[in-house]
């Protein structure tokens, strides 16, 4: 969200379900101030009493009528929340809802209108996708350990007699959030066919005025884009079974299905490989304990995923406050009070290119590449020419011969990372980043020194080494398709994914860093509305314009499949693979800092000393960790004035 200089100014309304936010609007570093509406009175009294808060209100629109706020939490009935939307946007100021957004497409409809005639940000705060569960679940996804997942499963099941009347016969299915939303987000996609089926015969006293026949409605959908199916049951009337909010994910490698009761832990299955003589792959089940992920919250939040004292030097004020939904508030809390810095539109993926006529003239069949690191020592032996005075005329490979946003990828190699891009600190002084820096110094002696190679490299400008033929193999991204295509059609070339791990790796594998273009605006930009309205184009329709001239890859997932018309046969089946590499659970995303420019100019230059043996790779990883922290230090220091 775009804030003030002193913080966010935020209003919650609605304060049944709404006190459960209040502590952590009120601890959160950038909240300025916070107000309560509810139009119970006592209500009110009681929750300013109780967090000390002076700024309250009774009804909705004197907060729409003033200009004092930044933004509006709305928490209130459900039948309220379209219209509370839409006043909240029109009066100027950014909104977030409890869910369900709403309940017709109408309402969905003029939210959406809503938010884009006003410019502002709405969030609905869907709980279940930042519940400790499911943020164990992604990590296992994004690690690779799922494997493709075959079928997801979603529960809610709650009894609501004795709830307030405008909750009497509430059709299940209008409030599937809960249930479904884990779901889109570990298939990274959405629903684009449903059979839905009510079961059982309401009672007529719980049918309120909702025209529902059903206590519980059960519903399987087809998922965009994949094979996968999710089946979702919702139940809130007559069904025998404790509270539920619940989600399962069944995958070729490890499955994991929520606890039967409160007191127990979730289990994740493990298929195990099949033996000689057995029928069937057997699969171990293991109560697994949830962790927390509080540390990637503020300090200050931090605490609040968990049900603890306000605050524990006040007698006064040491009530229990967190923990709710899973500890899902304070994340909902931290994305809407956050701060965007920029967008992507572009992303890269890398892979190997090698030249087979190259290969073929080497002795070496042109149609396998390297598979292993010994291979690809071997094959820049072989591949490797000298004139009579021992000068490099052909290079067969050099780790930092490439695309220069590849520099990296000897780090990746051993799962190891310059930066922690969840929490937004350097990581440059890794012992995995020094092994890999080392072995790149090392590979610089075995092929006549770095100053002997780099004067080789220095004779070429750009990728014309690779196109020139002069180099046999070299990383780079998908949009090299291109430049091969236009400029040097007639070079026949390779492109596979070198998912291979040093032999000395200390860490699983890292497919590669999907980095690429973001756009920004700037401090003090004299057109911030009309900046941010050409950054929402471009991410969405001009990235697509771009992906098919030029042949990038979208940052969005919703455009993974669209085709570089650009390319023709077979430099778009080439294409494929880095989208594939998209796809992977295993990449990490480069995300930028505010010390970029630096950053790459001090690696480049750290890196350097390092091959020429001037410096050890422990030291300068070390220097360049201490020089980037340093202006890291002092860029947020700016920041945060």
């Known amino acids: 969200m775009m804030t003030k200089t002193n ?96 309940t017709s497409i109408e309402d969905v409809k003029r939210i959406i209108a809503a938010q884009r005639q006003a410019n502002k940000n709405y969030m609905m705060m869907e709980t279940s996708v930042y519940t400790r569960e499911f ?56 629903a684009s066919k449903v059979h839905c089926f009510g079961s059982g015969e309401l009672r007529p006293d719980l049918r309120g005025s909702f025209e529902n026949a059903y206590p519980l409605e059960t519903a399987l959908f087809r998922l965009q884009h994949t094979q996968l199916a999710a089946e979702i049951t919702m139940s809130f009337f007559q069904t025998a079974r404790s509270y539920m909010e619940s989600f399962a994910v069944y995958g070729e490698r490890q499955s994991f299905e929520w606890e039967q009761l409160d007191n127990e832990d979730p289990v994740l299955f493990t298929l195990q490989p099949i033996r000689a003589g057995q029928r069937g792959r057997h699969a171990t089940a293991t109560r697994v304990h949830i962790p927390d992920f509080a540390e990637r919250l503020p300090r200050e939040i931090a605490r609040f995923t968990q049900w603890v004292p306000y605050d524990e030097t006040d007698a006064q004020r040491s009530f229990r406050v967190g923990g709710g939904h899973g500890g899902a508030h304070p994340y909902l809390v931290h994305e809407f009070n956050g701060h965007i810095y920029c967008i992507p539109y572009v992303y890269d993926s890398f892979a190997l290119f090698w030249n087979k006529d190259l290969f073929k003239a080497a002795g070496l069949d042109p149609n396998k590449p390297p598979t292993t690191w010994a291979e690809l020592e071997t094959y820049t032996q072989k591949l490797t020419k000298r004139d009579s005075k021992g000068a490099i005329t052909q290079l067969g490979f050099a780790p930092w011969i490439g695309s220069t946003s590849a520099a990296e990828w000897p780090m990746w190699a051993d799962g190891s990372q310059m930066w922690n891009y969840q929490t937004g600190t350097p990581t440059m002084d890794q012992a995995g980043n020094a092994a890999a820096l080392q072995w790149e110094v090392d590979w610089a002696k075995k092929f ?26 070299w990383v780079g991204e998908s949009y090299y398709l291109s430049s091969l295509q236009q400029f040097e059609p007639n070079v026949n070339f390779g492109v596979a994914s070198f998912g291979v791990p040093r032999p000395d790796a200390s860490h699983p594998y890292i497919n590669g860093s999907v980095d690429g273009n973001m756009l920004a605006i700037p401090t003090g930009s004299k057109h911030p509305d009309q900046a941010w309205k050409f950054i929402e184009w471009n991410a969405t329709t001009g990235v697509r314009d771009w992906v098919t001239r030029e042949g990038d890859l979208s940052a969005r997932k919703a455009d993974i499949t669209v085709q570089p018309t650009v390319l023709k046969e077979p430099y778009r089946s080439d294409y494929k693979i880095f989208a594939d590499l998209l796809r992977g659970s295993n990449i990490f995303y480069n995300q930028g800092s505010p010390v970029d420019l630096y950053y790459y100019t001090e690696r480049d230059n750290q890196f350097d000393l390092a091959r020429r043996g001037a410096k050890s790779p422990e030291q300068a990883l070390k220097d360049l960790q201490t020089g980037v922290q340093a202006q890291l230090t002092k860029a947020l220091a700016h920041y945060h004035g």
């Open 448 to 473: 006549g020194g770095y100053d002997q190679l780099q004067r080789f490299n220095s004779s070429f400008s750009g990728n014309t080494n690779f196109l020139g033929q002069k180099v046999a193999m």
């Open 135 to 190: 943020l164990y679940v992604k990590q296992l996804q994004d690690e690779g350990a799922l494997g493709p997942i075959t079928f997801l499963r979603g529960a809610h099941i709650q009894d609501l007699e004795g709830y307030p009347s405008y909750w009497q016969g509430y059709p299940p299915m209008h409030y599937i959030t809960h249930a479904l939303s884990p779901l889109l987000a570990l298939a990274g996609t959405n």
């Open 7 to 102: 913080g966010v100014r935020i209003a919650v309304v609605g304060l049944g379900f709404g006190e459960d936010f209040v502590p952590l609007y009120l601890q959160h570093p950038d909240v300025e101030y916070v107000a309560i509406c509810d139009m119970n009175e006592t209500r009110v009294t009681a929750v300013g009493d109780k967090f000390g808060i002076t700024r309250r209100y009774t009804h909705i629109e004197d907060i729409f009528a003033t200009d004092e706020y930044d933004a509006v939490h709305i928490l209130t009935p459900v039948s309220f929340h379209a219209e509370h939307v839409c006043a909240v946007l029109a009066s100027g100021k950014h909104c977030a809802s409890a869910v369900p957004m709403a």
